[in-house]
């Protein structure tokens, strides 16, 4: 990890990934203007092979766009959902050193044990297994080194993605999206952020008894180091495989469903990184919420959007689609890209909007591609839309806890628990709610 991370491994690495970009570009350019015929497939195997051997925050980014519906060709799409998770960690020597930077040279007379090897690693930085002096199971979030010079040169070869995408596709116009994606993945750098974000999430849950939140253990904390108490439980995907029963499933779903949507109906906070690894399950079928380095603040208008337009689609309101729409940042909007946007988000909408028990998704991964491929090639003839930066990770969350439940093949009312949070919506509730919890942690809620 250490020769991954010095300015000579970083120069290779982005130099790869400039050869294979720039070589994918020159070839778009023979497609579109010689009529020379490329194989899509190819070459977007070739990125995610590049974009693979970075093993850093740009994978983490591919990873998210695989699943935003349209923000790349479906082709990207498929090559960067195969990307890894995990990173190759750093070393016992490098991790010593690494903690002396953060909490000083006697660093571990802070613990009677510290694991040496890392007990997960991932983008950004490891995780390691310890005891305090107290004798309490400790979890110490290390951030790898230089990450900040990382992740602003990943997210400059990430726009070069971008820009050759829109060299033959106008769908989709990425320019947001990258824009959002940069803010979140800054703010995932700071720790310290991330430790008053837990904090926050064990406010806005603590009527919650089914969820748990890992308590932030502040003496063991820096800027690029975050301590928490351990919280056992299975991972998400181990849990299915060993728990066929659907009413145990079924738990499972309904405690995530709250986890994920009481912070936005409540407070206008989104969790906005729903990977399977950042739960896991106890033995009661209470779970896990780990991992707060990204979240989302909305405007209560924002979410007011939100179920506005399942009203819109429920009651057949197209003006009140139109309202919602525009109250998320969409501009320009034509009946025609109205229209098209509804086809996504009446597929999105559907489990909500019908009252009775069914899975998320009823008919196979086709169906919803088939739909996304729709909606680009639409929009694309209707010359595109610019999703705001709200817009982004609202997305996101939408399909990447859609896809939890899938995997748990649960079979709720999700009408009905959906209701069970919105009828009392009250955006003036919403913005006391968010204002009263941010003052609590002492967090500056981010732009």
């Known amino acids: 990890m250490a020769d991954d991370n010095s300015l000579t491994g970083r120069a290779l690495r982005y130099a790869k990934v400039g050869r294979t970009v720039g070589g994918l570009a020159a070839r778009l350019a023979g497609e579109r203007y010689l009529g020379l015929p490329i194989n899509r497939l190819e070459h977007a195997a070739d990125l995610t092979a590049a974009l693979g051997g970075l093993k850093g925050?740009?994978?983490?980014?591919?990873?998210?766009?695989?699943?935003?519906?349209?923000?790349?060709?479906?082709e990207y799409a498929d090559q960067l959902a195969e990307l890894q998770a995990n990173a190759p960690s750093m070393g016992w020597r490098f991790v010593k050193r690494r903690m002396a930077g953060e909490l000083g040279p006697d660093w571990q007379t802070n613990f009677s044990e510290f694991g040496q090897e890392a007990a997960a690693a991932a983008s950004l930085g490891q995780v390691h297994k310890a005891i305090d002096l107290d004798g309490r199971e400790i979890a110490c979030k290390?951030?790898?080194?230089?990450?900040?010079?990382?992740?602003?040169?990943?997210?400059?070869?990430?726009?070069?993605?971008?820009n050759i995408y829109r060299r033959y596709d106008k769908a989709i116009d990425p320019t947001a999206i990258h824009g959002e994606l940069s803010a979140r993945l800054h703010e995932e750098l700071d720790y310290v952020r991330e430790a008053k974000q837990m904090r926050l999430y064990q406010a806005m849950l603590s009527s919650e008894k089914q969820v748990h939140v890992p308590e932030v253990v502040n003496d063991l904390c820096s800027e690029r180091l975050i301590s928490m108490i351990w919280l056992h439980g299975t991972p998400l995907l181990p849990y299915i495989e060993t728990h066929p029963d659907v009413e145990d499933r079924n738990r499972v779903a309904l405690n995530m469903f709250r986890a994920w949507y009481v912070p936005l109906y409540n407070y206008g906070v989104i969790h906005g990184d729903p990977h399977l690894g950042n739960y896991s399950v106890r033995e009661d079928g209470s779970i896990n919420l780990l991992d707060f380095g990204c979240i989302r603040v909305f405007e209560p208008s924002f979410v007011r959007g939100v179920i506005d337009l399942y009203t819109a689609l429920r009651d057949n309101k197209p003006e009140l689609?139109?309202?919602?729409?525009?109250?998320?940042?969409?501009?320009?909007?034509?009946?025609?890209?109205?229209?098209?946007?509804?086809?996504?988000?009446?597929?999105?909408?559907?489990?909500?909007?019908?009252?009775?028990?069914?899975?998320?998704?009823?008919?196979?991964?086709?169906?919803?591609?088939?739909?996304?491929?729709?909606?680009?090639?639409?929009?694309?003839?209707?010359?595109?839309?610019?999703?705001?930066?709200?817009?982004?990770?609202?997305?996101?969350?939408?399909?990447?806890?859609?896809?939890?439940?899938t995997h748990l093949k649960a079979e709720i009312?999700?009408?009905?628990?959906f209701h069970e949070l919105i009828d009392d919506f009250d955006e003036q509730q919403v913005a006391k709610n968010q204002a009263a919890a941010f003052a609590g942690v002492n967090l500056e809620r981010p732009i």
């Open 57 to 74: 925050p740009l994978m983490k980014v591919a990873q998210i766009l695989s699943t935003i519906p349209n923000a790349l060709p479906q």
């Open 142 to 162: 290390l951030q790898y080194p230089d990450m900040q010079a990382v992740v602003d040169a990943d997210l400059r070869q990430l726009k070069l993605v971008f």
């Open 321 to 405: 689609a139109v309202h919602a729409y525009e109250s998320w940042g969409f501009e320009n909007l034509t009946l025609e890209i109205i229209d098209v946007l509804n086809m996504w988000a009446e597929f999105v909408y559907a489990p909500l909007l019908e009252d009775r028990v069914r899975r998320i998704q009823e008919k196979d991964g086709t169906y919803g591609r088939g739909i996304a491929h729709k909606v680009r090639e639409d929009l694309h003839k209707l010359g595109g839309v610019a999703p705001p930066p709200e817009f982004v990770l609202m997305d996101r969350a939408a399909i990447g806890l859609g896809s939890v439940f």
């Open 413 to 417: 009312n999700w009408h009905q628990i």
